[in-house]
């Protein structure tokens, strides 16, 4: 998949396509199901298909305060499109330019001068422009006027109910891993490099990778027993994991992700590691003291052990 940063990185000779507009916050079963009437579409037109996303997304351009936490952070959205077969990732910064444009000039601009389009598919809900008056309903005239195809997004639910990604985040609020799995066909994952920490896990007996997640939010909170592989040599390992802002130890409270590799030694800083969230173990909390930290730390570890011993499948390793 070739990633376009913005229209000026639009090949001059980019020869029309077949496109989707929207966050792809976690690439779930409804987002799967667009990408799956892309692709018809860009085989019967005998073009490439592409996905055009914003950065920052735009309610955490309009109200960041007031944004819902990610499900993936830009890198992981790039490798789950890019894992799903899509040939080109547009992604145009939502900045003040992209905000004061008018839907005709998008439609004019975006869609057929640098793009050259020829089916889009969105949602019928689907609005942009300053003034709004960019809808699905433009979309079909405008297409009718310069010569490509609007589709309606299909809709994928399940328990008579829409997927997406609110409904994912609220699974994963509800410590429903098992739900939120099952609606991105998945186990929930958050991936990153392993940068330095500040070495506590060591002096606690658990030596702890420090995952760069690139959040400001999180959707979920506390320890979980999780499964973990290394980017760079698919090696796997089960384990520990504390996903929150680790408020016993004193510092700036970040979102941080912290894993203990069950049987893991050497030199992993730099590599990358993804990580699927398996089973909740507990909330994360604040302790008296590093002694009961240690203590809770390794009555984690001894669940996460129990969870995985009485796994039947693969993880039981």
Do not use: W
């Not at 299909?154 to 997406?164: K, Q």
């Amino acid at each position: 998949m070739r990633l376009l940063r913005g229209l000026h990185n639009v090949p001059r000779d980019f020869d029309g396509c077949v496109a989707t507009i929207g966050n792809f916050d976690g690439l779930h079963l409804g987002h799967q199901c667009i990408l799956a009437a892309l692709r018809t579409a860009a085989n019967a037109e005998g073009k490439p298909t592409l996905v055009i996303l914003f950065e920052p997304q735009p309610k955490e351009f309009f109200a960041p305060d007031f944004a819902p936490p990610r499900l993936a952070s830009f890198r992981e959205k790039f490798l789950d499109l890019q894992n799903a077969g899509v040939d080109y990732l547009l992604c145009l910064p939502f900045n003040e330019a992209l905000r004061s444009m008018t839907a005709d000039a998008f439609i004019s601009e975006v869609l057929i001068q640098a793009l050259k389009i020829r089916h889009l598919i969105v949602g019928d809900d689907f609005r942009f422009g300053c003034d709004r008056s960019g809808d699905y309903q433009a979309l079909v005239v405008a297409g009718s006027e310069h010569g490509f195809a609007v589709d309606d997004t299909p809709t994928h639910e399940i328990d008579a109910e829409r997927v997406s990604s609110t409904r994912v985040r609220t699974e994963l609020s509800n410590d429903n891993l098992a739900a939120a799995a099952v609606l991105l066909d998945h186990p929930y994952r958050m991936s990153g490099r392993i940068a330095y920490g500040r070495q506590l896990g060591r002096t606690l007996d658990t030596p702890t990778a420090n995952v760069m997640i690139k959040r400001t939010k999180l959707p979920m909170t506390g320890v979980f027993a999780v499964h973990a592989t290394l980017t760079e040599n698919h090696e796997e390992y089960i384990g520990v994991a504390n996903l929150g802002v680790k408020p016993t130890v004193a510092g700036i409270p970040e979102p941080s992700l912290e894993v203990h590799l069950f049987g893991f030694k050497g030199d992993i800083y730099g590599q990358h590691l993804t990580v699927e969230f398996l089973h909740k173990i507990r909330d994360e909390m604040k302790f008296d003291g590093l002694d009961a930290l240690r203590t809770a730390i390794q009555s984690d570890k001894d669940a996460a052990r129990s969870y995985f011993a009485a796994r039947p499948d693969s993880f039981r390793f």
